[in-house]
């Protein structure tokens, strides 16, 4: 059984609030970033709920160069 800490913040949260600011970052940025408030988080732990918000459709990943990605959140239409 694992034992994980509640946050404040969920890390999801924070990962979108950031981007929101930023507009767009690699994933090593947004890890250091995300790592200054948090502190323990792994990159697996990054890795999987990036993946989630992939899948909600709230952000978009694309690959830059090997091993580097760029996480940018996609913007909400607007219904009229």
Do not use: C
């Not at 059984?1 to 970052?25: D, F, N, Y």
């Not at 790592?35 to 899948?55: H, P, T, V």
């Amino acid at each position: 059984m694992t034992s994980e800490t509640w946050r404040p913040h969920p890390l999801p949260t924070v990962i979108v609030e950031l981007l929101q600011r930023k507009g767009s970052a690699t994933d090593t940025e947004l890890y250091d970033m995300i790592k200054e408030i948090y502190g323990d988080l792994g990159f697996n732990a990054l890795n999987r709920e990036l993946m989630r918000l992939e899948i909600e459709g709230k952000i978009h990943v694309s690959a830059l160069t090997r091993g580097k990605r760029r996480v940018e959140l996609l913007k909400k239409s607007r219904q009229h």
